[in-house]
C-alpha cells in the first residue's frame, strides 16, 4: 500500500496505535495457553511490541514536540488488524492472523523509514523494527507449525482402534 497520502504524524500515530492493539492482543491470546512454551513465547511478543510502542512514542516526541500526542480511537492509516471471528479457532489459525499482522507491520514500517534520511537514526530505528517484526513473524510460523503438528492429534480417525 502507498502511504504518501499521509502525513507523517498520522504514520506514527498509527504506529503507536498498532503497537499498543498488538501488545493487548498478545497479552490476552496468552492467558487461556497452558501450554509454558508457547505461553511464554506469546507474552515475549507483548513485551516487544510495548517496546516498540515506547520507541514510537519518544521518535513522535522528537519530531513534534510541540504536539500533543492524542492516540486516535481509531487509526489514520487502514492496516490489517489480527481480527478472531470465533473463540474456537484453532490456535494455528490464531496464530496465521497473526503472522499476517506482523507481516503488514513488517511492511508499514519499511514505508514509513522512507519519510527519513537514510543515514539517521530514526531511519535506522524504522528500519530495525520492520526487521523484528518479521522476526516476530517468523517465531509465530515455528509456533504454528508445532501447533499443526499437535492439532493433528487431536482428530478422530475413523476405525483407527478397530483390529486384532
Known amino acids: 500500500m502507498n502511504y504518501s497520502n499521509y502525513s507523517l504524524p498520522d504514520l506514527l500515530l498509527t504506529a503507536y496505535k498498532s503497537e499498543i492493539e498488538a501488545r493487548d492482543f498478545y497479552k490476552s491470546l496468552a492467558e487461556p495457553i497452558k501450554n509454558f512454551f508457547l505461553k511464554d513465547r506469546i507474552l515475549f511478543l507483548s513485551a516487544e511490541e510495548e517496546k516498540h510502542r515506547q520507541a514510537i512514542e519518544n521518535l513522535y516526541r ?24 470465533k473463540e474456537t479457532l484453532p490456535v494455528s489459525e490464531v496464530l496465521w492472523a ?54 493433528d492429534f487431536e482428530v478422530t480417525l475413523p476405525m483407527v482402534h478397530v483390529g486384532p
Open 62 to 85: 522528537q519530531q513534534f514536540s510541540e504536539k500533543e500526542m492524542l492516540v486516535p480511537e481509531k487509526s489514520p492509516v487502514p492496516l490489517p488488524e489480527i481480527k478472531i471471528e
Open 98 to 151: 497473526a503472522m499476517a499482522a506482523e507481516k503488514a507491520a513488517h511492511d508499514f514500517y519499511l514505508e514509513v523509514a522512507r519519510h527519513f534520511a537514510t543515514d539517521s537514526d530514526q531511519h535506522k530505528l524504522l528500519i530495525h523494527i520492520a526487521s523484528m517484526e518479521m522476526g516476530h513473524y517468523q517465531l509465530l510460523n515455528l509456533e504454528r507449525e508445532n501447533a499443526l503438528r499437535t492439532e
